[in-house]
T-cell receptor, first 114, second 112 residues
Framework: ETGVTQTPRHLVMGMTNKKSLKCEQH?????MYWYKQSAKKPLELMFV???????ENNSVPSRFSPECPNSSHLFLHLHTLQPEDSALYLC?????????????FGPGTRLTVT | QQQVKQSPQSLIVQKGGISIINCAYE??????FPWYQQFPGKGPALLIA???DVSEKKEGRFTISFNKSAKQFSLHIMDSQPGDSATYFC???????????WGAGTKLIIKP
């Protein structure tokens, strides 16, 4: 395995629900990322944290709220999602800023919004 | 321009053949060009990466060819095997801003 775990692996939620995705990395890395992966599209970077500080927020709707309590854990809080938010959500980590090309991914959470 | 354009979208190759996937970029500030491999139910995994001052890098059956003047790079898989069937993504890194710019992916099927 990659050393990055994600839970849950699958999630079905209604548009009025609130849920959270969890990511944990066991690699001692300093940077963590949330991506959205939709079919036949490039991976979309949502958020980047470096040493627990958010460094990037790529115009993500406020219905997605990240939290990084420490450099090993990352959460994505979800509320009032839309059907078009259904996708695979991937968490990744990297060691140093200048090694951003070398990212380690978790298996993802398959999210379905009904 | 921050895009990385990847082609083809899908590719079918006979076992033992050479698989070739191409990518093109515009931004000359990119400092690393990795390729990732993704199997169903898994996240992408780094396969091989190259710096723009190197024209070719080989790791086992996988080779990156880099053409700086044309702003293009490609992944070659020699002696392709059914186990290589996966989706492949090229990407480009801007280093200090933590971001990878991703291609749209190529679904590769190796026929036995």
């Amino acid at each position: 395995e990659t050393g990055v775990t994600q839970t849950p692996r699958h999630l079905v939620m209604g548009m009025t629900n609130k849920k959270s995705l969890k990511c944990e990395q066991h690699l001692g890395h300093n940077a963590m990322y949330w991506y959205k992966q939709s079919a036949k599209k490039p991976l979309e970077l949502m958020f980047v944290y470096n040493f627990k500080e958010q460094t990037e927020n790529n115009s993500v709707p406020s219905r997605f709220s990240p939290e990084c309590p420490n450099s090993s854990h990352l959460f994505l809080h979800l509320h009032t999602l839309q059907p078009e938010d259904s996708a695979l959500y991937l968490c990744a980590s990297s060691q140093e800023p200048d090694r951003a090309y070398e990212q380690y991914f978790g298996p993802g959470t398959r999210l379905t919004v009904t | 321009q921050q895009q990385v354009k990847q082609s083809p979208q899908s590719l079918i190759v006979q076992k033992g053949g050479i698989s070739i996937i191409n990518c093109a970029y515009e931004n000359t500030a990119f400092d690393y060009f990795p390729w990732y491999q993704q199997f169903p139910g898994k996240g992408p995994a780094l396969l091989i990466a190259i710096r723009p001052d190197v024209s070719e890098k080989k790791e086992g059956r996988f080779t990156i060819s880099f053409n700086k003047s044309a702003k293009q790079f490609s992944l070659h898989i020699m002696d392709s095997q059914p186990g290589d069937s996966a989706t492949y993504f090229c990407a480009a890194s801007l280093g200090s801003n933590y971001q990878l710019i991703w291609g749209a992916g190529t679904k590769l099927i190796i026929k036995p």
